[in-house]
């Protein structure tokens, strides 16, 4: 379970097979990685570890790996109309929404939701959120349904 130390580590494998090792646990930061790791729309992993960190009760980390950041709808399918929450980071400067190119009404709800419907005309496709720093697409292709 512990696997590169006896701390834990964190690591990744290629399709092709390639282990990248991308963090070594060393008990000033937590042992023991607990769970699996979740990829937030800030573009972070996140996970738990069981042991050690400031209070020796484990703790929560984050980690950098390049992976960028985007917008997660909820829900992942609906007809025209529907009502559907986006959900990011750093969205208080949105200045669009748009379901595969078909632009969207949207309100911005606050810096991590935005609340749009599915406007006519769209089709199946990613969602994009243009933000000042440029655009966010949804991690899953969103479902148009009649």
């Known amino acids: 379970m512990y696997g590169g130390n006896s ?5 990744e ?9 991308l963090h070594s646990f060393d008990s000033t930061d ?3 990685p607990y769970g699996g790791l979740l990829e937030a729309t ?15 009760d484990g703790t929560i980390f984050g980690l950098a790996d390049g992976l960028v950041p985007f917008v997660k709808t909820l829900p ?17 400067g949105a ?9 969207a009404d949207f309100t911005i ?16 496709g990613k969602i994009d959120v243009t933000i000042p720093s440029g655009t ?7 479902r148009v349904t009649r």
């Open 7 to 11: 701390y834990g580590t964190i690591f």
């Open 13 to 21: 494998i290629t399709l092709e097979g390639t282990l990248t090792t």
């Open 30 to 32: 937590g042992a023991d």
């Open 42 to 56: 800030n573009g972070k992993l996140y996970g738990t570890t069981a042991y050690y960190g400031a209070d020796g």
């Open 76 to 92: 992942i399918v609906g007809k025209v109309g529907t009502a559907v929450t986006i959900l990011g980071t750093n969205l208080t």
């Open 95 to 103: 200045t669009a929404v748009s379901f595969n190119g078909t632009a």
């Open 109 to 124: 709800d606050s810096a991590t939701e935005i609340s749009t419907t599915v406007p006519a005309g769209a089709t199946g």
């Open 136 to 142: 966010l697409s949804s991690n899953v292709d969103f």
